[in-house]
C-alpha cells in the first residue's frame, strides 16, 4: 500500500450553519476522491446547509479492515442513536431508527407487500407455525431460561420499553382491535389457549413466574389506579369498573384513569 492508495475509513459529517451531524464508514474507490456521505432520509440537510467531513479512523484496505470500520462506525452511532436529536443517521449496526421503520412499515402495508400480502387466516396460521418452530428449536425468548425472562420483564417495566411504553388507553385500544380482527390471543381456540395456559403453568412463565408475594403486589398496585365510567361517572378500580359496566350494558372502553 502506497500513500496515495484507496482508503477505508470512518468520518463524522457537521453543518456550518446548524448543530446536525452524521457519522459514516467510506471504501474509496481511488485515492481523495471527494465524499461528503451518501444520505437518503435525511439528504435535505445536506442540500440545504454546508456539509464539513472530518477523517476519524484509518483501517486496512482489506475485507477485514472493511468489517473492522463498520464495527467502529456503530460504535460511534450507538451512544446518540435515537436519542439525540441532532444525530441524522438512521441506522445502526443493521438496527433503523423508529421513524425509518414505521415509513417502511406504511409503504409495506399500502403496497401489499411481504405479510401484507397474506390474508388474515394466512397471518395466523402462518405466526403459529414460526413460533411453534422457535419453542421447538428452543430460539428465540425460548432460549432463555425462566429467570432470564423473568429479568428481562423486569427491565422493559422499569425502563418502560415495549409494552410498557405504551399508555393503559392506548392497550386498550390495541387489545380492541387484535379481538376485532381475530389476531394475536384472539386467533387462538379456546382449546388452544387452554393448552398455552397449562403449558405456562407448568414452565413457571408468564403470570407464574412470580412469587405469590409478588403478584399479590402487582394486585394491589393495580386495584390502587381508580377510573370512572365516562357515562355515569362511577368511580372504582379497573377490574371492578368492568364488572360494573357489563351488569349495565356499558362499552368498557368508555373509562378514563383518573389517579
Not at 407464574?208 to 399479590?216: A, D, G, I, V
Request: a positive charge; proline letters at 2%.
Amino acid at each position: 500500500m502506497t500513500s496515495q492508495s484507496p482508503r477505508i475509513y470512518t468520518y463524522k459529517i457537521t453543518f456550518e450553519e446548524v448543530l446536525y451531524y452524521y457519522y459514516g464508514v467510506h471504501k474509496e474507490k481511488k485515492f481523495g476522491e471527494y465524499y461528503v456521505g451518501s444520505p437518503k432520509t435525511h439528504k435535505w440537510c445536506w442540500e440545504l446547509y454546508t456539509p464539513k467531513k472530518q477523517t476519524l479512523q484509518l483501517f486496512d484496505y482489506t475485507d477485514e479492515g472493511w468489517k473492522h470500520a463498520q464495527k467502529i462506525e456503530g460504535q460511534l452511532i450507538k451512544p446518540f442513536y435515537n436519542v439525540d436529536k441532532w444525530c441524522l443517521n438512521e441506522s445502526c449496526s443493521g438496527n433503523f431508527s423508529l421513524d425509518t421503520r414505521r415509513k417502511n412499515g406504511k409503504n409495506l402495508y399500502k403496497n401489499k407487500n411481504a405479510c401484507f400480502s397474506l390474508t388474515q387466516e394466512e397471518r395466523s396460521e402462518l405466526s403459529k407455525k414460526i413460533g411453534q418452530k422457535s419453542y421447538e428449536d428452543g430460539k428465540g425468548i425460548h432460549s432463555l431460561t425462566i429467570e432470564e425472562k423473568r429479568e428481562i420483564g423486569k427491565k422493559c417495566y422499569e425502563d418502560g420499553v415495549g409494552v410498557h411504553s405504551f399508555t393503559t388507553e392506548q392497550l386498550r385500544e390495541i387489545g380492541i382491535k387484535n379481538y376485532e380482527n381475530g389476531v394475536g390471543i384472539h386467533s387462538l381456540t379456546i382449546e388452544e389457549r387452554r393448552e398455552i395456559g397449562k403449558k405456562c403453568y407448568e414452565d413457571g412463565i408468564g403470570v407464574h413466574s412470580l412469587t405469590f408475594e409478588e403478584r399479590s403486589i402487582n394486585s394491589k398496585k393495580a386495584n390502587s389506579h381508580r377510573w370512572m365510567c365516562t357515562e355515569t361517572g362511577f368511580i372504582t378500580n379497573a377490574g371492578n369498573l368492568a364488572k360494573y359496566q357489563r351488569a349495565r350494558g356499558i362499552d368498557t372502553s368508555k373509562r378514563v384513569r383518573i389517579s
